[in-house]
């Protein structure tokens, strides 16, 4: 082995546990992230069942605004976890039309804008069968890190 | 098991978890006294200085200060004393590997803590009837989580 072969091994050593210390601080900022979280959600929940009829209309609009945050907080993070998770995956190669993954990562975000005018124009780069070959993580949440690049398309 | 009340012990470092656990099942119809230990090393003192009287089950959160849930269960299904209490899992997160280990290390059975309260009701609810339903047998692997969604065959 000659030195310029052992100093890539040793990079790419040291980049590994640089990743695995990455995926461990991303697992630990969700999970204490989550608990604070889920515990506002607690209390909201409390608040609206108990208390919902005696509050003022403006104290009621506050507190859905709250309770809307805190869901997408918690998609948030949970999307966050999942990132963090996709590392310790095994990576396999396969086939996948972008155009059922682009629908249905739109759907909802669609409904959720349908009152701002957004024209979505959607085409394809390459012939089927011909085309690029991507290569995906596959987990239980496969559209997660699309929905966030698209949510913050629309949103900037 | 067959006293009128459920002596229950949870071992959970959250005051805010705690008082939702105390709220829940001050508001569930099913007798019970609610002892709390604030990390794992207080619950094993407790353990060890009562086993004359044990508690009938134990709620255990995972991540705790000084001793955490997974070092304690281990402890207790090592305690020839303890062996036989059913632990209950009550944490944040929720891993599949985790909950393999944990049902491997004789966990009685695993929640994942709701985001809301009437669910967090249910599901402490849920788990007492199961603990009287199954006594102290370690249910299948399928039937370790316990979810709100399937409370309807409660």
């Known amino acids: ?156 | 098991m067959n006293t009128i009340q459920l002596n229950i012990l949870l071992a959970e470092d959250d005051q805010d978890d705690r008082d939702f656990f105390d709220k829940a099942l001050k508001e569930i119809p099913i007798p019970t006294h609610l002892t709390t230990v604030n990390d794992g090393e207080q619950l094993m003192n407790y353990l060890y200085e009562n086993s004359e009287h044990l508690p009938d089950i134990i709620f255990l959160d995972l991540n705790m200060p000084r001793k955490n849930g997974f070092e304690c269960l281990s402890e207790i299904k090592l305690s020839k004393k303890l062996n036989q209490l059913p632990v209950i899992i009550f944490s944040t997160s929720f891993e599949q590997e985790v909950v393999n280990q944990l049902y491997q290390n004789g966990a009685q059975y695993f929640i994942r803590k709701p985001s809301e309260f009437s669910q967090f009701k249910k599901i402490i609810q849920q788990s007492l009837a199961l603990i009287a339903q199954e006594n102290i047998s370690q249910p299948t692997r399928e039937n370790f989580v316990i979810t709100v969604q399937n409370s309807l065959i409660i």
Request: proline share 3%; hydrophobic share 40%; net charge negative.
């Open chain 1, 1 to 156: 082995m000659n030195d310029k072969e052992k100093t890539k091994e040793e990079w790419a050593a040291e980049l590994i546990i640089a990743n695995k210390e990455l995926e461990t601080f991303l697992y630990s900022v969700s999970h204490d992230l989550r608990t604070p979280l889920r515990q506002i959600s607690m209390y909201v929940d409390l608040l609206t069942n108990r208390f919902y009829d005696s509050l003022p209309d403006k104290a009621r609009h506050y507190l859905d605004n709250i309770a809307d945050s805190s869901r997408r907080m918690s998609t948030l993070i949970d999307d966050l976890l999942q990132f963090s998770c996709t590392g310790l995956q095994e990576m396999r190669q396969t086939n996948l039309d972008m155009n059922i993954i682009v629908q249905e990562v739109l759907a909802p975000i669609k409904q959720d804008n349908r009152e701002r005018n957004i024209e979505w124009r959607i085409w394809a780069e390459a012939e089927p069968d011909k085309g690029a070959t991507f290569y995906f993580l596959l987990s239980k949440n496969d559209s997660a890190s699309f929905n966030v690049g698209f949510q913050n398309a629309i949103d900037y």
